[in-house]
């Protein structure tokens, strides 16, 4: 208990980007504890899109990830596919649909094998829609290969998106040496997006390509970013063509450099559910006031509890001096029946403390939907872990967290995908 109090209190965020020859793992602290802490940013040289299995190992292995640790992914812009349109105000009551329906014209894969992520404000009498489609299968591995080192992700992203969103409009440039990419944001929103391999023989191809493109952009913004490009401005901007008021390369390492989760909105693709993450929230408030009441009761209760001893010590004196020869005897029975107590409260732990597995079994029978059944279930040290298909796991999450039987319900895997239903992994606290 004591060992989750200060895990959930001490929650880290990790930011790693995945580029073409290296991976970049921000640590760092929100609120508070970034007075304490200070951020880390560790690399890892090599291919990590060739081997995210390997990579995420390292990274689990050096950082040695908590349950309440956030984990985010930034991933190259060739595995996203970024859309603007609007709709018309009425598409509101059935928003996703009218979504779904409209990326298709710009999507030629299948959506239902996609992850979506959008994000709509209203204007006038339509609603201006800016989406992200991301094959499932492109991104798969990385997610595999996180989970298999004990990383839960958060959301994935397209890193040169993260850097948009935080920095504003601008032109955006990342480049190394096997691959490049640009964005354009404009009046917030993103008019222009490229991405391609860089010729070892010729890296400024991409640069040129770039600038020919952006030359076609009717209002360029007036700012240039650089990521991860070791050439100097003056070099970049004249082989793009172009010239710009600013330029700034862009570095880890500054804790500003931190965006906020409504800048991300529509361009983040959340792994989670959302009701995880609004009970993930509720708990570390409830953490911090259990927190704040514990430190409280430390300082009331010596004090009571002192007070207490001393007038029965006062009272046990006194009895010990009219009873004189007795005192002894009573003393000895008092011990024996210290100890008395202490086995059968120790006893009272034990069976407390090992739920027969036929009655946890009963219960779940009890409040699982009928559309559900279960692959696996395993009881260990007052932690539950059930495994199974349903038509919908979050109905499977509901129903064990409505049941008086079972506390701190959480999926502890990203629910997947087995035709038609939802494949899920539950981990619950038995309440004894």
Not at 49 to 58: H, I, N, T
Not at 115 to 142: T, W
Not at 169 to 189: A, H, K, M, P, T
Request: hydrophobic share 40%.
């Amino acid at each position: 208990m004591y060992k989750k109090l200060i895990n959930s209190f001490f929650t880290a965020d990790f930011h790693v980007f995945l580029l073409s020859d290296k991976a970049i793992v921000r640590q760092g602290y929100t609120g508070l504890l970034s007075c304490f802490f200070r951020e880390r940013v560790t690399e890892y040289a090599g291919k990590p899109q060739s081997d995210p299995a390997g990579l995420f190992k390292k990274i689990g292995k050096a950082f040695k990830p908590k349950t309440s640790d956030r984990w985010y992914l930034g991933l190259p812009l060739k595995y996203f596919t970024l859309v603007g349109f609007t709709l018309p105000a009425a598409a509101a009551d059935s928003l996703h649909e009218a979504v779904k329906y409209a990326l298709m014209r710009h999507v030629s894969y299948d959506l239902d094998l996609a992850y979506i992520s959008y994000h709509s404000s209203q204007r006038d009498n339509f609603l201006d829609i800016s989406a992200m489609v991301a094959p499932k299968e492109a991104i798969g591995s990385y997610l595999q290969a996180a989970e298999s080192a004990g990383i839960t992700l958060y959301t994935v992203f397209p890193s040169i998106v993260y850097w948009a969103r935080l920095m504003g409009d601008g032109v955006f440039i990342s480049q190394d040496s096997n691959y490049g990419e640009s964005l354009v944001q404009s009046d917030n929103r993103f008019v222009m997006q490229n991405w391609g391999k860089v010729q070892h023989e010729d890296e400024t191809s991409f640069l040129e390509e770039t600038g020919r493109l952006l030359a076609n952009v009717p209002t360029l913004p007036s700012s240039l970013y650089l990521w991860q490009l070791n050439q100097e401005d003056e070099h970049v901007e004249a082989k793009l063509g172009l010239e710009f008021k600013t330029s700034e390369k862009l570095k880890l390492g500054n804790g500003e450099f931190l965006v906020e989760k409504k800048q991300m909105e529509g361009y983040a693709i959340n792994l989670l559910p959302e009701a995880i993450l609004k009970q993930q929230k509720i708990l570390n408030y409830m953490v911090l006031g259990g927190l704040i009441f514990f430190i409280l009761s430390l300082s009331i209760f010596p004090l009571s509890k002192l007070a207490g001893q001393k007038r029965y010590l006062t009272k046990l004196e006194h009895r010990i001096e009219a009873f004189g020869a007795q005192a002894e005897q009573l003393r000895g029975l008092r011990e024996e029946s210290s100890a008395l107590m202490t086995s059968i409260e120790t006893m009272a732990e034990m069976k407390k403390e090992y739920p027969s597995a036929i009655n946890i079994f009963r219960e779940l029978t009890d409040v699982m939907p009928e559309t559900a059944w279960l692959t696996s279930m395993n009881y260990s040290n007052k932690q539950l872990t059930i495994q199974g298909e349903a038509d919908s796991a979050t109905a499977v999450i509901e129903a064990v967290e409505n049941s008086p039987f079972f506390r701190e319900v959480r999926f502890s895997r990203p629910i997947s995908k087995s035709g038609a239903k939802d494949r899920f992994t539950v981990v619950a606290e038995v309440v004894l």
